[in-house]
């Protein structure tokens, strides 16, 4: 059997301790944003932070600002920590140990950060000869059928650049079976909350004094939260096919 760097035990410790912490800190760095009145969507429902459903909620995104959906992919918010705990049973225990040795969670999660990147500039830039070897047919033919109805304004707010996400995660990790013994699909799913210009204002925030003498500097920055779902065939160990997203939206969040 392989051995593992930690025991499952510490392993789910620790993957718990950094879930959460990177979770306070974006909750604290929303809460700074109420102070500034720029982030309403947000700051207005503790379940959305939080997870849990404490009290119901009501977006502010009104019909006019409203992304079209350019699949019928559903977007999920924010995952369920149960399945963090599934998911890490399931790299731990099954996928690196029979299907990918050199597969590693957060590696992973900085390449797709990079993917979301070059697609959504992609879609913005309606640039689909180059997207179609990049998503399943399925998710192809949708975006033929759904981006001609988006404004040239909506097309340009499907652009998010990698400096752009503020917090990413996996949200599920599933193992399916394949056409023919003993072919093994992977498939991961994603959720990526982004503010644009986020990198310009978490720079300024830095500043301490940028709560009380900036409020007027930054007037409602362009919110989103994007899901991109990876598959990967596997013939045998360590022997996948590349990657090719069969799964993907975009959700305004203000």
């Not at 760095?29 to 309403?40: D, G, M, R, W």
């Not at 399925?138 to 988006?150: A, D």
């Not at 009380?212 to 779902?229: A, F, G």
Request: aromatic share 10%.
């Amino acid at each position: 059997m392989q051995n593992f760097p930690m025991s499952y035990a510490v392993l789910v410790t620790r993957s718990f301790t950094v879930y959460h912490s990177k979770l306070g800190e974006y909750c604290s760095y929303v809460n700074k944003l109420k102070k500034l009145t720029i982030y309403p969507s947000l700051c207005g429902n503790s379940s959305y932070l939080c997870g849990f459903p404490q009290t119901r909620y009501y977006s502010s995104v009104s019909e006019e600002n409203k992304l079209p959906s350019i699949t019928d992919f559903p977007v999920r918010v924010i995952s369920n920590p149960l399945m963090q705990l599934k998911c890490l049973y399931l790299m731990y225990f099954l996928i690196r140990p029979t299907m990918d040795s050199e597969l590693y969670l957060p590696d992973f999660l900085l390449t797709t950060r990079k993917v979301v990147e070059v697609v959504s500039l992609m879609l913005a830039n309606n640039d689909l000869n180059n997207l179609e070897c990049m998503v399943t047919s399925n998710v192809f033919r949708q975006i033929k059928e759904n981006l001609p109805t988006f404004s040239v304004d909506q097309r340009h707010e499907l652009a998010c650049l990698n400096s752009d996400i503020c917090m990413s995660h996996i949200c599920s990790i599933s193992i399916l079976d394949g056409e023919r013994s003993p072919e093994k699909l992977l498939e991961i799913n994603t959720i990526h909350h982004v503010i644009k210009g986020f990198a310009e204002i978490n720079k300024r925030m830095v500043n301490m004094n940028f709560v009380e003498s900036s409020q007027n500097s930054i007037k409602n920055p362009k919110t989103y939260v994007l899901n991109y779902r990876f598959i990967r065939k596997y013939r045998n160990k360590d022997q996948g096919e590349d990657w090719i997203i069969n799964g993907f939206n975009h959700k305004t969040s203000n």
